[in-house]
């Protein structure tokens, strides 16, 4: 089992920047690519972002390439995502997930956390 908590989420202004992260414990963090996804009311969950296990590769959703990042530290066992140049289309409840194989389908994830709110106010 991997358990995963996510902080950061909050209300900002269009054109700021939020910093997600999600703190990982259980099973051993660095053997799991990691991946942040996020739901709006009304819609299906969408890939964001995701991180291989060493870092060593990335993949980004078009609607955020540019302006998000994301990164990890194995040896704190957390996942970043840097968000800027936020936009009111970005909000979002954001989750971050674990799988052992790198990939952005989240049917494919295995761990998830429980999420936090991201709202950007226009």
């Known amino acids: 089992q991997v358990q995963l908590v996510e902080s950061g989420g909050g209300l900002v202004q269009a054109g700021g920047s939020l910093r997600l992260s999600c703190a990982a414990s259980?099973?051993?963090?660095?053997?799991?690519?990691m991946g942040w996804f996020r739901q709006a009311p009304g819609q299906e969950r969408e890939s964001v972002a995701a991180?291989?296990?060493?870092?060593?590769?990335?993949y980004y959703a078009d609607s955020v390439k540019g302006r998000f990042t994301i990164s990890r530290d194995n040896a704190k066992n957390t996942v970043y995502l840097q968000m800027n140049s936020l936009k009111p289309e970005d909000t979002a409840v954001y989750y971050c997930?674990?799988?052992?194989?790198?990939?952005?389908?989240?049917?494919?994830?295995?761990?998830w956390g429980q999420g936090t709110q991201v709202t950007v106010s226009s």
């Open positions: 997930a674990a799988n052992l194989g790198f990939g952005s389908d989240p049917r494919k994830y295995t761990y």
């Open positions: 991180i291989s296990w060493s870092g060593g590769r990335t």
């Open positions: 259980g099973r051993t963090f660095s053997n799991y690519a």
